[in-house]
């Protein structure tokens, strides 16, 4: 995006930066879950010895379905409103076309590998991602390409590259096995969708809303503006999704062995580390922020605005928190709450201001401290439950060196 914001200038940037916001909100919303439910069936057989071929057709003739749903309705959206978002501009449509078909493809595979514990493959698809990314949009750059669509189908080709590159050189990918049935691939898909499509809507709306409710009243740069500020307020966020990754496992685990004390103790933890780095990174970015966004990109933002980008993302990193422990209890069910909550508040706060900034900045801080408070409640109602079976005392125990110092004798 930096790349693209140098070569295209303030006019073009702000389409491309909707399309972005638009590609990863319907995009992870929509088939993210099927690579959880992939990953979750393939993972299933291989501990039985099955085959897992199967699977990845079944799962393929669901994600054809929802693709072919999704497109229908972009093609519907553009006379009604979305041509405006995306400029007038038919090559940011197909753009988005040819992204979420790439992206509905390159989840299958990583479903796939998640599920056959190939990480090391995992890890080369996100890095052949950003490469090609990069590399594509540096080429087209270094010739003083300054057409968007260029810029915009860079997104469809890297997930098409790193799907390839995910693929790798072992074959058969996938092997014969038993049947695999819709029912086998769907138990819990409506709540994984509920919940995938409002974290993408929370984490991803910003840019597109901006343009909403700003209309004429802001200049064509404003998305991507709004963009690169938010991508550098939520720097300690995208470290922290990489750390959710092996939180999970360790809170599941705890759960799983009844070691309710240790897991509310490392959960405690978690939160108050998570709570100390949000208000770092709000302090941070209200002070540093505008600095920073000057220096990478040449934009121009106020001091309040980076402040409130960077609270919503520490709000995020506090709810995800919260969200874990109800995840790794097994009630994920419950976890959604939180995010439908966020994604109705939303709307409703963003009439409470009158800068179109602002507006987007005070939703999002509205949005992720709602969906936090309604998560912090059910989690506290869980424990509080657990404590009346005795399986955890009220007050728990001291923190201690070791998060596996539970009461119960071992």
């Known amino acids: 995006m930096i790349i693209a914001r140098r070569a295209l200038g303030d006019d073009a940037y702000g389409g491309l930066a909707v399309l972005w916001g638009l590609v990863y909100i319907l995009g992870p919303g929509l088939f993210q879950p099927l690579e959880q ?22 799962a393929s003739r669901i994600g054809a379905i929802e693709l072919a749903v999704v497109v229908f309705g972009v093609l519907m959206a553009w006379p009604l409103g979305l041509d405006g978002l995306l400029d007038h501009r038919i090559s940011l449509l197909v753009s988005l076309i040819l992204a979420l078909v790439a992206f509905a493809a390159a989840e299958l595979i990583r479903g796939v590998l998640s599920g056959r514990h190939r990480f090391a493959a995992y890890g080369l698809y996100f890095a052949a991602e950003g490469g090609t990314r990069v590399l594509l949009a540096a080429t087209l750059a270094i010739l003083s390409v300054e057409i968007v669509g260029a810029y915009a189908v860079t997104l469809a080709v890297a997930f098409a590259v790193a799907a390839v590159v995910g693929l790798g050189r072992d074959r058969p990918f996938v092997r014969p096995g038993p049947e695999a049935t819709v029912r086998e691939l769907t138990p819990a898909l409506g709540v994984l ?5 409002s974290e993408a809507f929370i984490l991803n709306v910003g840019p597109v809303a901006l343009e909403i409710v700003g209309g004429d009243s802001i200049g064509d740069d404003a998305p991507g503006v709004f963009l690169n500020g938010l ?9 922290f999704q990489a750390v959710k990754a092996s939180l999970l496992p ?12 240790a897991f509310r103790v490392l959960q405690l933890r978690l939160l108050g580390a998570v709570s100390a780095v949000a208000g770092l990174a709000a302090v941070g970015g209200g002070l540093v922020g505008p600095w920073i966004v000057e220096r990478v990109f040449g934009d ?30 097994g009630h994920a069910r419950l976890a959604v709450a939180g995010w439908v909550v966020g994604v109705v508040v939303f709307p409703i706060a963003i009439q409470l201001a009158d800068d179109p900034f602002l507006r987007v900045e005070s939703a999002l801080v509205a949005s992720v401290a709602a969906g936090s408070l309604v ?14 079976t005795g399986r955890l005392t009220s007050t728990g125990p001291k923190p201690t060196g070791d998060p596996r110092s539970p009461t119960d004798g071992r």
């Open 37 to 58: 439910e992939v990953a979750r069936v393939t993972a299933d057989r291989a501990s039985r010895g099955l085959g897992s071929a199967p699977v990845l057709v079944t």
């Open 300 to 329: 121009e933002l106020g001091r309040v605005d980076m402040a409130m980008l960077a609270t919503s993302g520490g709000g995020l990193m506090v709810m995800l928190s919260l969200a874990l422990g109800l995840v790794a209890l």
């Open 193 to 197: 969708l509920a919940a995938s499509l």
């Open 375 to 388: 998560t912090g409640l059910l989690l506290g109602l869980e424990y509080k439950a657990h404590a009346a």
């Open 250 to 261: 360790n809170l599941a685990s705890l759960a799983g062995r009844q070691d309710l004390q």
């Open 231 to 239: 991508i550098i307020a939520r720097v300690p966020l995208f470290f």
